[in-house]
């Protein structure tokens, strides 16, 4: 069976966090995307429709990713399945809901900048409040020694005693 796969342009209406399921126990990542939507009239003038709503939710390495990453107003795009969902509120209505099961989440990079990232492990990966590594981590001295705009190493050292020299 095919599933349907979507991609959305909008923003982040919460911080992600990391959840863990109700019935699974299986932790995931879920936050709400809004898409705003509208369309040009016959005039030619610019007509505002009312917005769309999202659960985005992502299990696994995407989970923790997006925990890290996406805050309350980031301009993200979306890429995952569609799924229908359906509850009892706490006052005992029915209520639905169209949630995104997350394949691929990004930062929108037609309306702001974004710094990537590999993750290797817990201590790799930076503040989200402050955007930087934690202080043990080596390679931070060495970028104070990059200029950004040419790429190019400042100072006398060698590029042997920037990156390492190989273990005999």
């Given at each position: 069976m095919e599933l349907t796969t979507m991609a959305l342009q909008g923003w982040a209406g919460s911080n992600a966090s990391l959840v863990k399921g109700a019935e699974s126990g299986v932790a995931y990542s879920r936050f709400r995307l809004v898409v705003p939507r509208g369309r040009r009239k016959d005039s030619g003038e610019w007509e505002e429709l009312e917005s769309r709503w999202?659960?985005?939710?992502?299990?696994?390495?995407?989970?923790?990713?997006l925990r890290r990453s996406i805050s309350s107003g980031d301009?993200?795009?979306?890429?995952?399945?569609?799924?229908?969902?359906?509850?009892?509120?706490?006052?005992?209505?029915?209520?639905?809901?169209i949630a995104v099961h997350a394949t691929a989440v990004g930062h929108d990079l037609v309306r702001g900048q974004s710094i990537f990232y590999k993750t290797v492990r817990d201590s790799d990966i930076p503040d989200r409040e402050t955007g930087e590594l934690p202080s043990s981590d080596p390679h931070m001295d060495?970028?104070?020694?990059?200029?950004?705009?040419?790429?190019?190493i400042i100072g006398e050292d060698s590029e042997e005693e920037l990156v390492g020299t190989p273990q005999q």
């Open positions: 999202y659960t985005v939710k992502a299990w696994g390495p995407l989970a923790e990713n301009a993200v795009i979306v890429v995952g399945q569609p799924r229908a969902q359906a509850w009892i509120d706490k006052e005992g209505q029915v209520r639905s809901e060495e970028l104070d020694r990059v200029d950004q705009e040419t790429g190019e």
